[in-house]
């Protein structure tokens, strides 16, 4: 063999380095490392990478963790938003249901006092015209004629769910 091939294949064999698979030593630091910085040393430590072959690799691993942070920002706070809505329109609701069972209450309220009302007005007229024409002052007549009222108004209020009144 000549001379000349033979210093060609020892040049060859000396210079040439292992074939390495970049992509799966790439693959491997990005598994273990946070940050582009992370794994630019990762390559550089635990493979031998040059650090201009890192630097390529290191920013566009930042570049994609830094966009996997702001779509997942951005997921966050719609996911935020729709239940903040969600919760307000609960809340607006509620509301709006406790508003007309007030509005209903202070309604029945108001129909069973003047039920009562009118009942006592009665009485109070048989009471006066019993008075006039009988000449007599029978108070336990009228009390007689306005107990109904009384127990009518307290049993309307009790199945109102209102506070009963104290006695006369």
Known sequence: ??????????????????????????????LISKSGDELARCLVLKYSWRAESAGPAKAQWQWQLDSIRRD???????????????????????????????????SLERWIDSTYNDCVT?????????????????????????????????RLRRRAGLDLLPPQ
């Open 1 to 30: 063999m000549p001379k000349s091939l033979q210093l060609l294949a020892l040049l060859a064999a000396c210079t040439s380095q292992p074939r390495v698979d970049r992509p799966a030593e790439l693959a491997s630091c990005q």
């Open 72 to 106: 997942h920002e951005v997921q966050a706070a719609l996911v935020l938003a729709a239940q903040q809505l969600a919760a307000d329109s609960l809340r607006r609701a509620r509301e709006r249901r406790d508003a007309i069972a007030a509005a209903r209450k202070d």
């Open 122 to 154: 009665a009485a109070v007229a048989w009471w006066q015209k019993q008075k006039m024409d009988s000449f007599t002052d029978d108070f336990a007549a009228f009390k007689k004629r306005r107990d109904p009222c009384d127990s009518t108004h307290n």
